[in-house]
């Protein structure tokens, strides 16, 4: 009987785990994963469970019964210690398991600021795992002072999230601007206003030079501008970086990230990668999404490929992010943009419209969920609209999808 082994137990690997059992996989199937917890939805973590609007178990992706009823082999709080991939062997504890076919949903993990200025405090934090929230929490009071390093999206929903809790919130960004390496001038100004208007104070072009203790706690943060806050806590929000150190001991090709074909197979044919640690082939070049859609989607294309399929996975990125009350939704890759079309909405609505010359590539929309989706639709199409349509916020955009 045929072992197939997931490593990895996020969004992808219980997307792939499903997948096998739904496609009529009958053979053995383990999903090993270092954390404790069931696999889990991340995006909420930082959000509604943070702020106590969601209670744990609902950030399961599927309850335990779910793997017993598939006949799923569970293996958490087991990490891997090594790959053999020339004996097609895993080794998890003491034990060696034997694999058929091997699936990589390493996923991702955050960069953590240096001990030597002070990374290594008590009171530091990043915002990624159960376990990572579960130790913030109880700092994050009304009256609390935190000190955010990093614009980008992690960064800003984290401060979001502290202002919500009558938290004194601080935001430093080395860039110019927020947002700068994942969205336009336009975007980033949106939501700097928004997180003043909430009483964030955003500071950008500016660095952390120091993070000092008080008995092994932080307690102050000196700034590249020369400034020292005090503090009683700090979120490091300063992006990822793909999980490959398995993928180093099974000696498989690497390039930002687990490289795989556009079938989501690694440089040995029986191990397989999918999700935020998966490199692939994307429009001519070589991209990784960082997402909950790409980690589903290309999971299960994985999983049919394992099968036997042989089905190519064609990305079609989406994002969203929610800051206080908007939600903003993306779609598509603004990258090699050199024009951005504005349609205005109502009060905080909002979108911004990405070209490459006159070819739609992405869209950032702020409540507004109709200009998104015909954007969407759009983008997956290969289809483009005109600007001055879009510009217009009193014109009609459902016959741009008819065009």
């Not at 993990?109 to 159960?130: K, S």
């Not at 400034?227 to 150190?245: E, K, M, S, Y």
Request: hydrophobic share 40%; charged share 20%.
């Amino acid at each position: 009987m045929s072992h197939f082994i997931v490593i990895g137990a996020g969004q992808a690997g219980s997307s792939l785990v499903a997948k096998l059992r739904k496609d009529g996989f009958d053979g053995e199937i383990t999903l090993i994963g270092a954390e404790d917890s069931l696999p889990y939805q991340r995006p909420p973590l930082s959000k509604a469970y943070l702020l106590g609007e969601m209670e744990k178990e609902r950030l399961f992706l599927r309850p335990e019964s779910f793997y017993h009823e598939n006949n799923i082999s569970l293996r958490l709080g087991q990490p891997v210690t090594a790959i053999d991939s020339s004996a097609k062997t895993v080794t998890v504890g003491r034990e060696v398991l034997s694999y058929d076919q091997l699936a990589l949903t390493t996923g991702s993990a955050p960069h953590r600021l240096p001990a030597e200025i002070g990374g290594d405090l008590a009171g530091v934090h990043v915002v990624r795992t159960l376990q990572d929230i579960d130790a913030l929490a109880p700092a994050v009071n009304e009256g609390a002072r935190a000190l955010i390093v990093g614009g980008g999206y992690i960064g800003l929903e984290a401060a979001a999230v502290c202002a919500k809790r009558g938290v004194s919130v601080t935001l430093v960004e080395m860039a110019s601007r927020i947002l700068q390496r994942v969205a336009c001038a336009e975007t980033s100004g949106y939501f700097r206003t928004l997180h003043q208007e909430h009483g964030v104070e955003i500071c950008e072009g500016i660095g952390l030079k120091q993070l000092c203790g008080d008995a092994g706690h932080v307690s102050t943060a000196e700034l590249s501008d020369g400034r020292c806050l005090n503090v009683d806590f700090v979120v490091v929000g300063v992006g990822v970086a793909p999980t490959t150190d398995l993928a180093q001991l099974a000696g498989v090709d690497l390039d930002n990230g687990i490289k795989v074909d556009a079938q989501g197979r690694t440089s040995d044919a029986y191990i397989w990668a999918a999700g935020d640690c998966a490199s692939f082939p994307y429009l001519g070049q070589r991209i990784r999404l960082e997402s909950v859609p790409n980690a589903i989607d290309q999971a299960e294309v994985v999983a049919a490929n394992l099968l036997g399929a042989q089905q190519d996975y064609v990305a079609q990125p989406w994002f969203w992010s929610d800051q206080y009350d908007v939600k903003l939704q993306i779609a598509g890759l603004n990258t090699g943009f050199d024009t951005v079309v504005t349609r205005a909405g109502q009060a905080r609505s909002m979108s911004f419209w990405y070209y490459k010359g006159d070819d739609l590539l992405a869209v950032d929309a702020m409540n507004e969920p109709r200009a998104y989706m015909v954007a969407k639709r759009l983008i997956d199409q290969k289809k483009t609209a005109d600007k001055s349509v879009v510009a217009d916020p009193d014109a009609d955009l459902k016959p741009l999808l008819k065009a």
